[in-house]
């Protein structure tokens, strides 16, 4: 009889403890020409992050030339004094390094991604972008009509044409914040690289700029690696630029945009709130995310799984544009689709949760489960070095401190039940949002009446 062969298996590894973590402190510094510089080193993280943040708001463009901002950023990789634009993206390639850039309402940002090898590359052809752009005039020609291009298929969204109406609902026509980030087709077709130029050797300087730099920086001399490229850059120092305060409307209406023969209605709920200076900012994190951050929260409860409405339901808060001086504002909103026939029963739902909140409050278990979501993640949400990065970008940009993503953990797992409950309540009041809904307005403009949420206005989608 043959005898069976045995198999030693390696024995199962075990849990170890848990190691405290915390959102990584930078180290802060000043280099010669005023630029300010964050890094932090990520010990394993081979691809090397770099931000750059300008002090190029979007309400510093000129009056009927919004967009300039976003073709700027744009053109800032379509060539320089060394390279023109096919150089510079295959000197990008040849270092296997991305740069992209983005304009918003606090500003303009360059985000590198690099291998750590291939740093030094990196960071000179980012420190050309920004001391001696091109801004070539067929450059920026061909970048106009890629965003003229891009217009119509925007509005053709439903989601973006929501957020245009919402904007242009809430804010007064001379506020910046009222009209779409990237620009209107009449105001994008105005502009050439004479406004480009213009508008960069207005705004872009380092001695009112921040780069962040994180990664595995073992054996890199950051320092010189830094006055090497973007040491190099100069610009006059700043003269200071009034900004305006955030004013909005937010008294209960609904605008339908007309969208005849829509199956679904792209739902847009919305306010103004308080910025991440508040005091009231982690309670109303914790409060909204129960209200809509995920599958389980209230309103996916009920509109997805009761219901089946929808396929989904989100409650979430957006900074603006931030201040400690109490200037900033965010955009407190609830955002999804519905189907139809069911767009009347399901904002009728919708609103009966938010008063149920108001009457009942949270539950324990429900703060539990958002702290644990959002405090007990964040080491994954984190693990890479562009992640960091990007966090510590947009402290730069809202003045906030360094240690502020750090402080928002700890405040998140202090927060209790009642804090959070009042802090949701507040910045969703019934009857201080503003609706819009895309979709056809034949068919739900009489139901949506009825539910009395506010006057009720149809417009004609473009």
């Given at each position: 009889?043959?005898?069976?062969?045995?198999?030693?298996?390696?024995?199962?590894?075990?849990?170890?403890?848990?190691?405290?973590?915390?959102?990584?402190?930078?180290?802060?510094?000043?280099?010669?020409?005023?630029?300010?510089?964050?890094?932090?080193?990520r010990p394993g993280q081979q691809v090397v992050a770099v931000e750059v943040i300008l002090d190029a708001p979007l309400d510093a463009e000129p009056d009927?030339?919004?967009?300039?901002?976003?073709?700027?950023?744009?053109?800032?990789?379509?060539?320089?004094?060394?390279?023109?634009?096919?150089?510079?993206a295959a000197e990008l390639e040849r270092c296997g390094a991305t740069l992209d850039a983005h304009a918003d309402h606090p500003g303009v940002r360059l985000?590198?991604?690099?291998?750590?090898?291939?740093?030094?590359?990196?960071?000179?052809?980012?420190?050309?972008?920004?001391?001696?752009?091109?801004?070539?005039?067929?450059?920026?020609?061909?970048?106009?009509?890629?965003?003229?291009?891009?217009?119509?298929?925007?509005?053709?969204?439903?989601?973006?044409?929501?957020?245009?109406?919402?904007?242009?609902?809430?804010?007064?026509a001379s506020a910046r914040m009222s009209r779409p980030r990237q620009g209107s087709e009449e105001t994008v077709e105005r502009i050439d690289s004479a406004a480009v130029r213009g508008f960069y050797e207005k705004h872009?300087?380092?001695?009112?700029?921040?780069?962040?730099?994180?990664?595995?920086?073992?054996?890199?001399?950051l320092d010189a690696l830094l006055a090497d490229t973007l040491g190099a850059w100069t610009g006059s120092q700043a003269e200071p630029r009034p900004v305006p305060p955030v004013v909005a409307d937010d008294s209960g209406r609904v605008v339908i945009v007309d969208r005849p023969g829509a199956v679904q209605t792209q739902l847009l709920i919305g306010r103004i709130g308080p910025d991440r200076h508040d005091r009231v900012w982690p309670a109303q994190v914790l409060g909204t995310y129960c209200l809509g951050g995920t599958l389980t929260s209230r309103l996916d409860r009920v509109l997805r799984e009761e219901k089946g409405y929808t396929y989904g339901?989100?409650?979430?808060?957006?900074?603006?544009?931030?201040?400690?001086?109490?200037?900033?504002?965010?955009?407190?909103?609830?955002?999804?689709?519905?189907?139809?026939?069911?767009?009347?029963?399901?904002?009728d739902d919708l609103w009966t949760v938010l008063r149920t909140l108001a009457a009942e409050g949270l539950t324990d278990e429900e703060r539990d489960v958002a702290v644990q979501n959002l405090v007990g993640v964040a080491p994954l949400k984190y693990e890479t070095?562009?992640?960091?990065?990007?966090?510590?970008?947009?402290?730069?940009?809202?003045?906030?401190?360094?240690?502020?993503?750090?402080?928002?953990?700890?405040?998140?797992?202090?927060?209790?039940?009642?804090?959070?409950?009042?802090?949701?309540?507040?910045?969703?009041?019934?009857?201080?949002?503003?609706?819009?809904?895309?979709?056809?307005a034949a068919q739900i403009k009489a139901p949506v009446e009825a539910l009395g949420i506010g006057e009720v206005t149809v417009v004609t989608a473009e």
């Amino acid at each position: 009889m043959t005898e069976l062969a045995t198999m030693d298996f390696h024995p199962r590894p075990q849990a170890g403890e848990a190691k405290p973590w915390a959102f990584p402190a930078p180290e802060r510094g000043t280099l010669d020409n005023g630029l300010t510089v964050l890094r932090c080193h990520r010990p394993g993280q081979q691809v090397v992050a770099v931000e750059v943040i300008l002090d190029a708001p979007l309400d510093a463009e000129p009056d009927g030339l919004d967009g300039v901002a976003t073709i700027m950023a744009r053109a800032f990789s379509e060539g320089t004094d060394k390279h023109t634009a096919e150089e510079f993206a295959a000197e990008l390639e040849r270092c296997g390094a991305t740069l992209d850039a983005h304009a918003d309402h606090p500003g303009v940002r360059l985000s590198l991604e690099v291998p750590a090898s291939r740093l030094a590359k990196g960071l000179g052809l980012v420190a050309d972008a920004l001391r001696a752009p091109a801004f070539a005039d067929s450059e920026v020609e061909r970048l106009v009509r890629n965003r003229l291009d891009e217009i119509p298929h925007e509005l053709a969204n439903p989601s973006r044409r929501a957020a245009k109406e919402l904007s242009k609902e809430l804010f007064p026509a001379s506020a910046r914040m009222s009209r779409p980030r990237q620009g209107s087709e009449e105001t994008v077709e105005r502009i050439d690289s004479a406004a480009v130029r213009g508008f960069y050797e207005k705004h872009v300087r380092p001695a009112t700029a921040t780069v962040v730099v994180v990664g595995d920086l073992t054996g890199i001399d950051l320092d010189a690696l830094l006055a090497d490229t973007l040491g190099a850059w100069t610009g006059s120092q700043a003269e200071p630029r009034p900004v305006p305060p955030v004013v909005a409307d937010d008294s209960g209406r609904v605008v339908i945009v007309d969208r005849p023969g829509a199956v679904q209605t792209q739902l847009l709920i919305g306010r103004i709130g308080p910025d991440r200076h508040d005091r009231v900012w982690p309670a109303q994190v914790l409060g909204t995310y129960c209200l809509g951050g995920t599958l389980t929260s209230r309103l996916d409860r009920v509109l997805r799984e009761e219901k089946g409405y929808t396929y989904g339901v989100r409650a979430f808060g957006q900074v603006l544009r931030s201040a400690p001086d109490g200037t900033g504002a965010s955009m407190l909103a609830i955002s999804g689709s519905v189907d139809t026939p069911n767009t009347g029963p399901a904002l009728d739902d919708l609103w009966t949760v938010l008063r149920t909140l108001a009457a009942e409050g949270l539950t324990d278990e429900e703060r539990d489960v958002a702290v644990q979501n959002l405090v007990g993640v964040a080491p994954l949400k984190y693990e890479t070095a562009a992640a960091v990065a990007g966090t510590l970008a947009d402290q730069v940009e809202q003045h906030l401190p360094d240690h502020y993503q750090a402080d928002l953990y700890r405040q998140l797992a202090a927060t209790g039940t009642v804090e959070a409950t009042a802090a949701v309540v507040n910045a969703f009041p019934v009857d201080r949002l503003v609706t819009v809904l895309v979709g056809d307005a034949a068919q739900i403009k009489a139901p949506v009446e009825a539910l009395g949420i506010g006057e009720v206005t149809v417009v004609t989608a473009e």
